[in-house]
């Protein structure tokens, strides 16, 4: 039998509830696959395996394939579709400040400044909306975020972007996400605070669960 390695797997949002628990060491041979890493989770916890379609998986914090080697003492998080740190890139649970991202992008030399704000709505499709519950992994979204702006930086020379995401419980009217993003002419502006939204939307492990007053949904699993 090939030596044993521990590595660590952490389960968030719907993961996290099919599991039973936030995280668990597990024992694999050493040069293991994360396929194996994935077969094994599910015969520990069968509750996972309606949910493997919509899994990604993420080993030190970078998205993998299902046949990439896993390291000893690996930290292995199993992210769901995500819902659609400090300074520029900040994933926290106090309110949010629209005027510190301005401030982080903001310079003589940024003719043009263009902000998003995501609020959250009183209702979706059709459903009325006590609240939404946010989770993330943070160090892995907060390093997504600074890649995010970085591809824009790269595509758009001179652009500047900052994203500062809340996690929680908010109810309708709060802020759930500020972006700003600065360059030297508007145009410029306008196509790096779009990129940003996107990309966060499609990349980066911050979920939400809607909270009617019958019943919860993780967004992106469907009901």
Sequence with gaps: MAPGMKVTVRYFAAARERAGCTDELLELPEGAQVRELIESLCVRHPLLVPLLPHLRIAVNHEFVSLGAAVPPGAEIALIPPVAGGSGAFLVQDAPLSLDAV???????????????????????????????E?????PMAEKKLAEIAA???AQWPGARVAIHHRVGVLTPGELAVVIAASAPHRAEAFAACRHAIEALKADVPIWKKEVYADGEVWVGLGP
């Excluded at 982080?104 to 902000?115: F, I, N, P, R």
């Excluded at 709505?121 to 909306?129: E, I, L, W």
């Excluded at 946010?134 to 943070?138: D, K, P, T, W």
């Design 102 to 132: 301005v401030s982080a992008v903001s310079s003589k030399g940024q003719g043009g400044v263009v902000t998003f704000t995501g609020a959250v709505r009183d209702a979706t499709k059709g459903k009325a909306v006590v609240r939404l």
């Design 134 to 138: 946010y989770e993330a992994y943070v």
């Design 151 to 153: 591809a824009a930086s």
